[in-house]
């Protein structure tokens, strides 16, 4: 039978989404619901000295006002993943807040009415005095001395020192390189702008005290864990969470927000279920930003262009509080991975977590991968600057071969852990032949000779994803509070009909596709015959949700293995049903007969039949074809790839043109090359916003600047151009399927492969750097300084 998984299926959730019929959590309406709008700071650093709901109590359909006090019972949020084996500051939000603001739009009271339209309009009655503190925005300003303090228990609003490698080993490697180039990077703080902006819908039942949250979230069992246990004080048991069609996250909607238990607090309270949904000006200054690193980097080489060494030092903007994994972000995910493709002997990487008054800072796609990609693929082609080398060359010489892995990164960089698998080399010649990097060379010099700069960026990346094994990611090794592994359960039901639920949660990914396209072909069965369920706490498996590129590498594993079990259970029964030795029986393609006699077969169908109705087992054997596994992996995997970018630079004004861009990436064997591609644009899209366009800019009193899609610069398609997307294959040996993850490379890759090539465009300029975003004006200004 045709195979399902490398084929480019369509994805089977597409015909609701693009018919309108896709259920998100607007469309989520309950009997008597209420309406709840949040009053949010105008201050970004203040003491709130009272507050008076009283007139906006007494206006009409406003049901009831909440301050702070009103939920000061409940416990402030958890910060889940702090950064391990150092002391972590950690100061996280409440529900509302009580004393104290530490940066614009920190809620302060909410107000429950019968529409959301007088819910919005009685927040103006709300009478608040504050005192207004001093800000600090920038986070090496705010750790230097004088800078306003944020919180008690952190001094100097360094919320934790971490670091990874050998400092000593380093310094000394450095001193021995024929040439050190030091440079410093900032890698700007982006606004993740999901389509669908944040909400939740609490409900409460008194006859039975169990509360219903509905909420757009990556991680809804996760969500239900921290809100019962750890903010509220209840069972877990007492709280089922529901995430209906999620539009978009990127990464903003894994963590725990104060609206999500504040409105099954307010369901509880008012005896009616109580919705919250965000505007867009709250999703710019209430949601999580990413990135917003400032880093300076010592590179050493030999003449050869050989790297000797790497030394890192990195303030990362935590943000006026801790978001649910902000501390994990810059340390285990960025720090760890500085050594990139890279054979490099020696390496240190020093990060300072901290506080500032600004926006809460966690993940977004990449998630610390693109800032560590960021930094190495700028030194490299720095490195071949210096030397007057070529960029690819100093690649070549520099690659993790083949015959080195399972490699360990030097100075124990990632804590005991070891890359899986890598074919470096074959990525990037592929890259360059499919580009033609010779000819562009030459056309660039014509070019040159015209007046015109055209330039060339490579960026050769690996990411660590997968991310799983509890041992290593836990408590007693990078911090997070708990495990991360991974469950599914497959039930074929008396008429073969197949139900697949997943401790995953698909919010864009394809998953109902991808996973249905495994079972398909594991269990030989039409992919008609199967359903994906997933994103509801009451009827799927304890799941950690879906980030990090794992619902591949790990969720869809627990799906294999499981079905493994199935197909086991049901080769005994199809055995029993052939009276032959199960010795003697094979299971091929939905069917299973005595080797050599395949017209002799019993099908799926029929022995789901049969162990359904269970008039005729095996001794021992329970009914039903039923299999639950939890998926715990003994590594994350690592994807890798090359992107190549082609740039024309308009030296008058400044404007970047992209030509071509083209991407290889391996993420080992493709389920479905049709929804790895949308994955690896939509990730390209996002790093060449980084790279040219987006910013997130506040000004010294820590106000939102581009607070606004009027003033946030989301590209269009306009401003994009045609992507050339390939593939090698290099099986991970980490779990059987040898599959890595794509959900994340393209951003990984693509943000230095822009930079890279406008560098390289300018270099008859002596231009060697320019920080993002690459905007007209930036580029100009360089061209100017550089005394054009």
Request: a negative charge; glycine letters at 10%; aromatic letters at 8%.
């Amino acid at each position: 039978m045709a195979k399902y998984v490398g084929a480019r299926q369509k994805r089977v959730e597409d015909p609701r989404l693009i018919t309108g019929n896709a259920r998100y959590l607007e469309d989520v309406q309950l009997p008597g619901m209420l309406h709840a709008a949040v009053l949010r700071s105008p201050y970004a650093h203040a003491r709130i000295d009272s507050i008076d709901t009283s007139a906006a109590s007494r206006l009409p359909g406003v049901v009831a006002v909440f301050t702070g006090q009103d939920f000061a019972d409940l416990n402030p949020l958890p910060c889940a993943w702090q950064a391990g084996g150092v002391t972590n500051n950690a100061n996280t939000p409440r529900v509302l807040e009580i004393d104290k603001v530490t940066h614009t739009g920190m809620g302060i009271a909410v107000v429950v009415a019968e529409d959301r339209y007088a819910a919005e309009d009685a927040l103006a009655h709300i009478e608040v005095a504050y005192s207004v503190l001093p800000t600090v925005v920038d986070a090496k300003k705010a750790t230097e001395a004088g800078a306003p303090q944020l919180h008690e228990n952190a001094p100097d609003n360094i919320c934790m020192t971490w670091e990874c490698g050998d400092q000593d080993g380093t310094d000394r490697a450095l001193g021995a390189s024929d040439v050190v180039i030091r440079e410093h990077l900032t890698n700007q703080r982006l606004i993740p702008t999901a389509m669908e902006p944040r909400g939740a819908i609490g409900s409460y039942d008194p006859g039975t005290e169990e509360y219903t949250v509905w909420m757009t979230s990556q991680a809804p069992h996760v969500m239900r864990l921290l809100m019962t246990a750890f903010v509220m004080g209840i069972p877990e048991t007492k709280m089922r969470c529901l995430s209906p069609q999620v539009g978009g996250a990127f990464g903003s909607k894994i963590f725990l927000y104060p609206e999500y238990p504040m409105v099954a607090v307010l369901a509880q309270k008012l005896g009616r279920p109580v919705k919250w949904t965000e505007s867009r000006q709250e999703n710019y200054i209430a949601t999580t930003h990413g990135r917003d690193h400032q880093t300076d980097f010592e590179v050493g080489a030999l003449r050869d262009g050989t790297i000797t060494a790497l030394k890192v030092t990195t303030y990362a903007n935590l943000g006026g509080t801790l978001s649910t994994i902000a501390p994990g972000i810059p340390t285990s995910l960025y720090g760890s991975m500085l050594s990139g493709t890279y054979k490099i002997p020696h390496l240190h990487c020093q990060v300072y977590g901290v506080y500032t008054n600004t926006a809460m800072v966690d993940a977004y796609r990449g998630a610390g991968r693109p800032e560590a990609t960021f930094v190495i693929e700028r030194a490299v082609d720095l490195v071949a600057r210096e030397l007057n080398l070529d960029p690819a060359e100093v690649r070549r010489k520099n690659f993790i071969q083949p015959e080195d892995f399972p490699y360990e990164p030097a100075s124990n960089l990632l804590n005991g852990l070891a890359y899986d698998s890598g074919e470096y080399e074959k990525a990037l010649e592929r890259a360059l032949e499919q580009v033609g990097y010779r000819e562009f060379r030459q056309e660039q010099q014509e070019a040159r000779q015209q007046g015109r700069y055209l330039g060339i960026g490579l960026s050769s990346y690996v990411e660590i994803c997968g991310v799983a094994p509890s041992k290593w990611v836990g408590l007693p090794g990078e911090g997070w509070g708990a495990g991360l592994w991974e469950s599914a359960n497959v039930r074929v039901h008396l008429t073969g009909k197949t139900v697949v639920t997943t401790g995953s949660q698909s919010h864009g990914q394809g998953l109902e596709t991808t996973m249905a396209q495994v079972v398909a072909d594991e269990l030989g069965i039409p992919i008609e015959d199967i359903e994906v369920k997933h994103s509801d706490t009451m009827s799927t498996p304890f799941g950690y949700g879906t980030y990090g590129s794992r619902s591949a590498a790990v969720g869809t594993i627990a799906l294999y293995n499981s079905v493994q079990r199935i197909k086991e259970k049901a080769r005994k029964l199809g055995a029993h049903m052939l009276e032959a030795s199960e010795e003697d029986v094979v299971y091929q393609d939905g069917n299973v007969f005595v080797k050599g006699s395949p017209e002799q077969a019993k099908t799926i169908q029929e022995i789901a039949g049969a162990a359904a109705v269970a008039y005729d087992l095996p001794a021992g054997m329970e009914p039903f074809l039923d299999d639950t596994a939890y998926y715990d992996p003994p590594n994350c995997t690592y994807p890798f790839g090359t992107h190549i970018c082609i740039v024309e630079v308009d030296t008058d004004t400044g404007r970047v043109e992209i030509k071509r861009y083209l991407s290889v990436d391996d993420c080992g064997p493709v389920i479905n090359p049709l929804i790895a591609d949308g994955q690896v644009q939509g990730g390209i899209t996002q790093g060449i916003a980084q790279a040219l366009y987006e910013f997130a800019a506040y000004d010294d009193s820590g106000q939102l600047l581009t607070a606004s899609m009027m003033d946030y610069a989301i590209p269009k398609a306009e401003h994009l151009p045609h992507f050339e997307n390939s593939h090698t294959v290099t099986p991970s040996p980490v779990n059987p399927m040898g599959i890595k993850g794509i959900g994340e490379a393209g951003t990984i890759a693509s943000a230095p492969a822009v930079v890279n090539a406008v560098v390289d465009a300018l270099s008859p300029f002596g231009i060697r750097d320019i920080n993002m975003p690459l905007t007209p004006q930036a580029v100009w200004r360089a061209i100017q300084e550089a005394g054009r």
